[in-house]
Protein backbone atom coordinates (compact mmCIF):
# COMPACT_ATOMS: atom_id res chain seq x y z
CA UNK A 1 0.00 0.00 0.00
CA UNK A 2 0.99 3.83 -0.98
CA UNK A 3 0.29 5.97 2.10
CA UNK A 4 1.94 8.54 0.58
CA UNK A 5 0.43 12.27 1.55
CA UNK A 6 -0.23 13.50 -2.11
CA UNK A 7 0.25 17.27 -3.16
CA UNK A 8 -2.50 18.85 -2.23
CA UNK A 9 -4.08 17.09 0.87
CA UNK A 10 -5.61 18.96 3.87
CA UNK A 11 -2.64 19.05 6.58
CA UNK A 12 -3.12 17.32 9.64
CA UNK A 13 -2.26 17.30 13.34
CA UNK A 14 -1.29 14.52 14.77
CA UNK A 15 -3.42 14.71 17.74
CA UNK A 16 -6.90 14.71 15.88
CA UNK A 17 -6.30 11.85 12.90
CA UNK A 18 -4.86 8.23 12.58
CA UNK A 19 -1.93 8.86 10.64
CA UNK A 20 -1.44 7.01 6.74
CA UNK A 21 0.20 4.30 7.88
CA UNK A 22 -3.02 3.18 10.40
CA UNK A 23 -5.44 3.23 7.51
CA UNK A 24 -3.23 1.43 5.51
CA UNK A 25 -2.89 -1.32 7.78
CA UNK A 26 -6.34 -1.40 8.02
CA UNK A 27 -7.26 -1.54 4.82
CA UNK A 28 -4.12 -4.73 4.16
CA UNK A 29 -6.71 -6.25 7.27
CA UNK A 30 -9.96 -6.06 4.97
CA UNK A 31 -7.71 -7.25 2.07
CA UNK A 32 -6.57 -10.23 4.14
CA UNK A 33 -10.70 -10.45 5.10
CA UNK A 34 -11.79 -11.12 1.77
CA UNK A 35 -12.51 -7.17 0.74
CA UNK A 36 -11.48 -7.52 -3.10
CA UNK A 37 -11.46 -3.58 -3.18
CA UNK A 38 -9.00 -3.18 -0.14
CA UNK A 39 -6.49 -6.08 -2.58
CA UNK A 40 -3.09 -4.57 -4.45
CA UNK A 41 -1.48 -1.39 -4.13
CA UNK A 42 -3.65 1.58 -2.61
CA UNK A 43 -3.00 5.12 -3.21
CA UNK A 44 -4.35 6.93 -0.03
CA UNK A 45 -4.60 10.37 1.06
CA UNK A 46 -6.15 12.54 3.81
CA UNK A 47 -8.76 14.49 2.00
CA UNK A 48 -9.21 16.95 5.46
CA UNK A 49 -13.29 16.07 7.00
CA UNK A 50 -15.64 17.77 9.40
CA UNK A 51 -15.28 19.34 12.85
CA UNK A 52 -16.06 15.66 14.12
CA UNK A 53 -14.83 12.90 10.87
CA UNK A 54 -11.57 12.79 9.37
CA UNK A 55 -12.14 11.42 5.68
CA UNK A 56 -9.14 9.45 3.51
CA UNK A 57 -9.44 9.13 -0.10
CA UNK A 58 -8.23 5.54 -1.02
CA UNK A 59 -6.89 4.32 -5.35
CA UNK A 60 -7.54 1.17 -5.79
CA UNK A 61 -6.83 1.25 -9.37
CA UNK A 62 -10.09 -0.21 -9.67
CA UNK A 63 -12.25 2.31 -8.31
CA UNK A 64 -11.91 5.15 -5.38
CA UNK A 65 -13.69 5.15 -1.82
CA UNK A 66 -13.41 6.87 1.16
CA UNK A 67 -12.77 6.16 4.27
CA UNK A 68 -14.74 7.95 6.71
CA UNK A 69 -13.42 7.32 10.41
CA UNK A 70 -15.20 8.74 13.34
CA UNK A 71 -14.90 10.35 16.31
CA UNK A 72 -14.61 7.10 19.20
CA UNK A 73 -17.91 8.19 20.66
CA UNK A 74 -19.75 8.75 17.55
CA UNK A 75 -20.50 4.83 16.66
CA UNK A 76 -24.06 5.82 16.20
CA UNK A 77 -23.45 8.13 13.43
CA UNK A 78 -21.65 5.80 11.80
CA UNK A 79 -24.91 3.45 12.15
CA UNK A 80 -27.38 5.73 10.56
CA UNK A 81 -24.86 6.49 7.68
CA UNK A 82 -24.23 2.80 6.84
CA UNK A 83 -28.01 2.54 7.08
CA UNK A 84 -29.23 5.22 5.12
CA UNK A 85 -26.44 4.18 2.70
CA UNK A 86 -28.24 0.46 2.43
CA UNK A 87 -31.51 1.65 2.70
CA UNK A 88 -31.24 4.37 -0.20
CA UNK A 89 -29.38 1.88 -2.41
CA UNK A 90 -32.05 2.78 -5.18
CA UNK A 91 -30.69 6.26 -5.65
CA UNK A 92 -27.70 7.05 -7.96
CA UNK A 93 -27.49 10.40 -6.00
CA UNK A 94 -26.29 8.63 -2.55
CA UNK A 95 -22.97 7.15 -2.26
CA UNK A 96 -23.02 3.49 -2.13
CA UNK A 97 -21.36 1.89 1.08
CA UNK A 98 -18.68 -1.12 1.03
CA UNK A 99 -18.68 -2.06 4.67
CA UNK A 100 -19.31 -0.17 8.35
CA UNK A 101 -16.85 -1.76 10.95
CA UNK A 102 -17.98 -0.03 14.57
CA UNK A 103 -14.55 -0.36 15.70
CA UNK A 104 -11.72 -0.37 13.91
CA UNK A 105 -8.73 -1.40 15.89
CA UNK A 106 -5.66 -0.08 13.97
CA UNK A 107 -7.54 3.27 14.08
CA UNK A 108 -9.18 3.20 17.63
CA UNK A 109 -12.37 4.04 15.91
CA UNK A 110 -15.79 3.65 13.82
CA UNK A 111 -14.81 3.81 10.43
CA UNK A 112 -17.10 3.53 7.32
CA UNK A 113 -16.18 2.40 3.91
CA UNK A 114 -17.84 3.51 0.74
CA UNK A 115 -17.47 4.55 -3.18
CA UNK A 116 -16.67 7.70 -3.82
CA UNK A 117 -19.32 9.80 -5.33
CA UNK A 118 -17.63 11.58 -9.44
CA UNK A 119 -18.28 15.31 -9.00
CA UNK A 120 -17.46 18.66 -7.39
CA UNK A 121 -18.66 20.14 -4.50
CA UNK A 122 -21.57 22.73 -5.49
CA UNK A 123 -21.39 26.41 -5.44
CA UNK A 124 -24.45 27.99 -3.99
CA UNK A 125 -24.18 30.97 -5.57
CA UNK A 126 -24.21 28.83 -9.24
CA UNK A 127 -27.01 27.08 -8.67
CA UNK A 128 -29.80 26.82 -11.42
CA UNK A 129 -32.85 26.23 -10.95
CA UNK A 130 -32.74 22.64 -12.72
CA UNK A 131 -30.01 21.71 -10.19
CA UNK A 132 -32.07 22.48 -7.60
CA UNK A 133 -35.14 20.89 -9.15
CA UNK A 134 -32.38 17.86 -9.37
CA UNK A 135 -31.59 18.10 -5.71
CA UNK A 136 -35.70 18.45 -4.75
CA UNK A 137 -36.45 15.29 -7.07
CA UNK A 138 -34.10 13.27 -5.34
CA UNK A 139 -35.17 14.56 -2.25
CA UNK A 140 -38.69 13.70 -2.18
CA UNK A 141 -37.73 10.27 -3.02
CA UNK A 142 -35.97 10.04 0.60
CA UNK A 143 -39.21 11.38 2.19
CA UNK A 144 -41.68 8.97 0.67
CA UNK A 145 -40.17 6.59 2.80
CA UNK A 146 -42.02 6.60 6.48
CA UNK A 147 -40.87 3.18 7.20
CA UNK A 148 -36.85 3.44 6.95
CA UNK A 149 -36.77 -0.29 8.25
CA UNK A 150 -33.60 0.30 10.31
CA UNK A 151 -33.61 1.04 14.09
CA UNK A 152 -31.01 3.49 13.70
CA UNK A 153 -32.82 5.26 11.22
CA UNK A 154 -35.92 5.31 13.14
CA UNK A 155 -35.06 7.98 15.80
CA UNK A 156 -35.62 11.49 15.75
CA UNK A 157 -32.74 13.64 13.55
CA UNK A 158 -34.67 17.03 13.65
CA UNK A 159 -38.15 18.60 14.77
CA UNK A 160 -41.10 16.73 14.18
CA UNK A 161 -43.42 19.55 14.33
CA UNK A 162 -42.92 23.27 14.47
CA UNK A 163 -43.61 23.11 18.26
CA UNK A 164 -40.70 21.66 18.66
CA UNK A 165 -38.43 24.24 17.43
CA UNK A 166 -40.21 26.56 19.72
CA UNK A 167 -39.32 24.44 22.47
CA UNK A 168 -35.38 24.79 21.09
CA UNK A 169 -35.74 28.50 21.13
CA UNK A 170 -37.22 28.75 24.70
CA UNK A 171 -34.84 26.14 26.08
CA UNK A 172 -31.58 28.22 24.64
CA UNK A 173 -32.38 31.40 25.48
CA UNK A 174 -33.05 30.37 28.98
CA UNK A 175 -29.95 28.87 28.93
CA UNK A 176 -27.76 32.17 26.90
CA UNK A 177 -30.02 33.89 30.56
CA UNK A 178 -28.10 31.83 33.05
CA UNK A 179 -24.62 32.69 31.77
CA UNK A 180 -21.69 35.20 32.32
CA UNK A 181 -22.73 36.61 28.93
CA UNK A 182 -25.30 38.63 30.16
CA UNK A 183 -22.94 40.97 31.96
CA UNK A 184 -21.81 42.25 28.07
CA UNK A 185 -24.17 44.97 27.29
CA UNK A 186 -24.13 43.83 23.67
CA UNK A 187 -25.12 40.55 24.57
CA UNK A 188 -27.96 41.05 26.69
CA UNK A 189 -29.21 43.87 24.32
CA UNK A 190 -29.09 41.22 21.68
CA UNK A 191 -30.87 38.80 23.84
CA UNK A 192 -33.36 41.01 24.58
CA UNK A 193 -34.03 41.36 20.74
CA UNK A 194 -34.51 37.79 20.26
CA UNK A 195 -37.21 37.74 23.04
CA UNK A 196 -39.33 40.11 21.71
CA UNK A 197 -38.77 37.90 17.98
CA UNK A 198 -39.73 35.14 19.98
CA UNK A 199 -43.11 36.79 21.73
CA UNK A 200 -44.18 37.59 18.00
CA UNK A 201 -44.41 34.50 17.02
CA UNK A 202 -46.68 33.83 19.33
CA UNK A 203 -49.13 36.41 17.98
CA UNK A 204 -48.83 34.27 14.86
CA UNK A 205 -51.32 31.42 13.49
CA UNK A 206 -49.17 28.40 13.96
CA UNK A 207 -52.03 26.26 13.10
CA UNK A 208 -50.43 22.84 15.09
CA UNK A 209 -53.01 21.12 13.72
CA UNK A 210 -51.73 21.32 10.19
CA UNK A 211 -49.07 18.29 11.32
CA UNK A 212 -52.08 16.07 12.18
CA UNK A 213 -52.04 14.52 8.79
CA UNK A 214 -48.54 14.50 7.93
CA UNK A 215 -46.52 11.55 9.82
CA UNK A 216 -42.58 12.41 9.79
CA UNK A 217 -40.58 10.30 7.45
CA UNK A 218 -36.82 9.60 6.70
CA UNK A 219 -34.55 12.66 6.07
CA UNK A 220 -30.97 13.77 5.60
CA UNK A 221 -30.53 15.00 8.99
CA UNK A 222 -28.05 17.88 7.53
CA UNK A 223 -29.27 18.91 4.11
CA UNK A 224 -27.69 22.18 3.17
CA UNK A 225 -25.24 22.86 0.54
CA UNK A 226 -22.33 22.10 1.66
CA UNK A 227 -23.66 18.45 1.41
CA UNK A 228 -24.56 18.55 -2.08
CA UNK A 229 -22.02 17.45 -4.86
CA UNK A 230 -22.41 17.89 -8.95
CA UNK A 231 -21.92 14.16 -10.15
CA UNK A 232 -23.11 15.03 -13.90
CA UNK A 233 -24.46 17.38 -16.52
CA UNK A 234 -27.63 16.32 -15.41
CA UNK A 235 -26.82 14.48 -12.03
CA UNK A 236 -26.38 15.82 -7.76
CA UNK A 237 -25.42 14.19 -5.33
CA UNK A 238 -26.19 14.15 -1.67
CA UNK A 239 -23.49 12.90 1.08
CA UNK A 240 -22.47 12.93 4.83
CA UNK A 241 -25.80 10.81 6.17
CA UNK A 242 -24.63 10.64 9.73
CA UNK A 243 -26.93 12.53 10.70
CA UNK A 244 -30.51 10.73 8.84
CA UNK A 245 -33.45 9.85 10.54
CA UNK A 246 -36.93 10.54 11.36
CA UNK A 247 -38.03 14.39 11.28
CA UNK A 248 -40.58 16.82 9.20
CA UNK A 249 -39.37 16.76 5.75
CA UNK A 250 -40.89 20.42 5.48
CA UNK A 251 -38.52 21.57 8.31
CA UNK A 252 -35.74 20.11 6.44
CA UNK A 253 -36.27 21.91 3.25
CA UNK A 254 -37.34 25.22 4.91
CA UNK A 255 -33.98 24.47 6.50
CA UNK A 256 -31.42 24.15 3.58
CA UNK A 257 -32.78 27.50 2.32
CA UNK A 258 -32.75 29.53 5.12
CA UNK A 259 -29.31 27.90 6.03
CA UNK A 260 -26.04 30.78 5.91
CA UNK A 261 -24.33 28.62 2.81
CA UNK A 262 -28.20 29.29 1.19
CA UNK A 263 -28.08 32.84 1.76
CA UNK A 264 -26.43 33.23 -2.06
CA UNK A 265 -29.20 31.75 -3.47
CA UNK A 266 -31.35 34.29 -5.75
CA UNK A 267 -34.73 35.36 -3.79
CA UNK A 268 -37.21 34.46 -6.92
CA UNK A 269 -34.98 31.23 -7.44
CA UNK A 270 -35.71 30.11 -3.53
CA UNK A 271 -39.32 30.86 -3.88
CA UNK A 272 -39.63 28.60 -7.15
CA UNK A 273 -37.97 25.72 -5.81
CA UNK A 274 -40.15 26.14 -2.19
CA UNK A 275 -42.80 26.32 -4.27
CA UNK A 276 -42.40 23.49 -6.40
CA UNK A 277 -41.49 21.06 -3.24
CA UNK A 278 -44.88 22.20 -1.72
CA UNK A 279 -47.08 21.03 -4.95
CA UNK A 280 -45.22 17.86 -5.43
CA UNK A 281 -44.98 17.01 -1.58
CA UNK A 282 -47.80 14.37 -0.75
CA UNK A 283 -48.74 16.45 2.70
CA UNK A 284 -52.20 17.90 2.30
CA UNK A 285 -50.69 21.41 3.95
CA UNK A 286 -47.54 21.74 2.92
CA UNK A 287 -47.69 25.23 1.69
CA UNK A 288 -48.97 26.29 5.11
CA UNK A 289 -45.95 24.11 6.82
CA UNK A 290 -43.71 25.88 4.75
CA UNK A 291 -44.70 28.93 5.97
CA UNK A 292 -44.70 28.43 9.14
CA UNK A 293 -41.30 27.19 9.23
CA UNK A 294 -39.90 30.11 6.97
CA UNK A 295 -41.60 32.29 9.72
CA UNK A 296 -40.07 30.45 12.53
CA UNK A 297 -35.95 29.64 11.47
CA UNK A 298 -34.50 32.72 11.07
CA UNK A 299 -35.38 32.96 14.88
CA UNK A 300 -33.84 29.98 15.08
CA UNK A 301 -30.67 30.85 13.51
CA UNK A 302 -30.59 34.00 15.73
CA UNK A 303 -30.68 32.01 18.95
CA UNK A 304 -28.39 29.39 17.24
CA UNK A 305 -25.81 32.40 16.53
CA UNK A 306 -26.47 33.79 19.82
CA UNK A 307 -25.08 30.37 21.86
CA UNK A 308 -22.44 30.20 19.55
CA UNK A 309 -21.28 33.90 19.57
CA UNK A 310 -21.70 32.50 24.10
CA UNK A 311 -19.67 29.84 23.82
CA UNK A 312 -16.93 30.92 21.36
CA UNK A 313 -14.37 30.44 23.48
CA UNK A 314 -15.29 26.77 23.97
CA UNK A 315 -14.80 26.46 20.66
CA UNK A 316 -18.44 25.11 20.04
CA UNK A 317 -19.01 23.68 16.57
CA UNK A 318 -20.28 25.80 14.47
CA UNK A 319 -22.87 25.09 11.11
CA UNK A 320 -20.81 26.37 8.73
CA UNK A 321 -17.98 24.52 6.21
CA UNK A 322 -15.28 26.34 8.34
CA UNK A 323 -14.91 28.30 11.41
CA UNK A 324 -16.44 31.97 11.85
CA UNK A 325 -14.32 34.77 13.79
CA UNK A 326 -16.55 36.33 16.30
CA UNK A 327 -16.77 39.90 14.20
CA UNK A 328 -18.20 37.46 11.69
CA UNK A 329 -20.97 35.94 13.87
CA UNK A 330 -22.00 39.05 15.13
CA UNK A 331 -22.44 40.06 11.52
CA UNK A 332 -24.54 37.27 11.07
CA UNK A 333 -26.86 37.83 13.96
CA UNK A 334 -27.45 41.43 12.90
CA UNK A 335 -28.34 39.85 9.67
CA UNK A 336 -30.65 37.49 10.85
CA UNK A 337 -32.53 39.88 12.69
CA UNK A 338 -32.88 41.53 10.09
CA UNK A 339 -34.72 38.61 8.45
CA UNK A 340 -36.57 37.43 11.30
CA UNK A 341 -38.37 41.30 11.71
CA UNK A 342 -39.08 41.29 8.24
CA UNK A 343 -41.98 39.60 6.18
CA UNK A 344 -41.38 36.01 5.86
CA UNK A 345 -40.47 35.08 2.33
CA UNK A 346 -40.41 38.42 0.95
CA UNK A 347 -37.48 39.45 2.59
CA UNK A 348 -34.30 40.32 0.84
CA UNK A 349 -31.07 38.21 1.56
CA UNK A 350 -27.94 40.42 1.96
CA UNK A 351 -24.69 39.25 1.19
CA UNK A 352 -22.89 36.35 2.68
Known sequence: ??????????????????????????LARLAGDGHAFAAGQCHIRPLGGGFNNRIY????????????VYPADRHQRLEREYA???????????????????????LNAPVLIYEKLPGTPVRPESMAREALNQLLETLLEVHGITDPGYSSLSRPAGPVRARDCLDFIDETLRALTATAAMNDPSFRE????????????????????????????????DFRPGNVIRTGADRIGLVDWEHAGIMDPLFEVAGFFWHPQSAVLETGLRKEAIADYCE?????????????????????WCVRILSLIEGYDREAVQPWSEHRPLASLWGDLDRYIGLAAGRPGETTWGSA
Open 190 to 221: ALDRLRDLRRGLDMMDLRPGLWADCPPCLCHG
Open 280 to 300: RSTHPHASEMMAVYQAILPVQ
Open 1 to 26: MDSRNDLGASPRRDDESPDLASVARY
Open 57 to 68: EVDSGGGIYLVK
Open 84 to 106: AMQRLSFLEAVPTAVTGDPWAAE
